[in-house]
């Protein structure tokens, strides 16, 4: 499965109402919910570090992000910073830490009750060019959650291709070390692009779980259009099927950016069409 949609499935059983619990895997920044949730293969921010770690050494930057969300539907929330280096040495490095709190309804009527979950992610990430037009890279993701006493850490690796200067392309498997916690660290592989036509960017990402009688898909798409030099409006939509639940999830998303000397600022809503919960995310850039 994908990498953490919930931190609390056991308990999710127990709950008066099935809804879809914001998870590291969506625990983005504004302008990768906008866009989707597709980024894996832009290799343009620092969110990066949590994709595709290879992309990371496709372009050079500084960068230093931090933002945070909150679902209006489930009142969940996270908060979440990146740093990415890929211009002070041919290799590539980033990190990125990640605190999400969890509201879970157990009983029903008036004996039912609401407790907070919380949990940490931490990702490492690096990359190196292997030439012009290729890089590889690996992270790290480790996540602790004392409620479930779950305290583990699995691998990623990569590698991401420049095409010119209109395309980018990637492939990445996720969680390759069996951890035996397949919910928040289960293993499955994505296939992205990124495309640049003038001021419009356009991003696709397709993830797939792979197991014995499983195939979970999920496409993301994203687009994203700079009107003048500081402003940019964005846009996308994420499917995916998962085991936890009867019907897909769909989610529409749109946010705008601005752009300042050395950083900026963005902000992103994703609206849920199958009830599921709608987010609000804000995201404050640094780039050097």
Known sequence: MF???????????????????????QALEAREVSM???????????????????????????????GGAYDFGNHQWYVAG?????????????????????PVVTGTGTSATTRYISGFQQVFA???????????????????????????ASLDVGAAFKIGT????????????????????GRYFDLSTGLKFGPVKLAIDALANVGPHQFHPRLLFGTEVALGNSFLIRTGFDW?????????????????????DKGGFDVGYQQSLTGVGNLFVATLRVVL
Request: zero cysteines.
């Open 166 to 185: 209109v395309a980018t392309l990637g492939f990445a498997g996720h969680n390759l070390i069996n951890t035996n916690h397949p919910v928040q660290l």
């Open 126 to 152: 690096f990359a190196v060019p292997v030439a012009d037009y290729m890089s590889l890279g690996v992270s790290t993701h480790w996540i602790n959650e004392s409620d479930l006493h779950i305290n583990a």
């Open 3 to 25: 990498r953490p949609a919930v931190l609390l499935a056991p308990l999710l059983a127990a709950s008066v109402a099935v809804a879809q619990p914001i998870g590291f895997d």
């Open 36 to 66: 989707g949730g597709a980024y894996r293969a832009l290799g343009t921010t620092a969110v990066g570090v949590d994709g595709n770690p290879a992309a990371l050494a496709l372009f050079k930057f500084f960068q230093i992000d931090a």
């Open 82 to 102: 990146y740093v990415r280096d890929s211009q002070s040495s041919p290799l590539a490095a980033g990190y990125s830490v990640h605190y999400l709190s969890l």
């Open 240 to 260: 995916y099927t998962r085991t936890q639940y009867v019907r897909p999830t769909l989610y529409l998303t749109v946010g705008v950016g601005f752009v300042v």
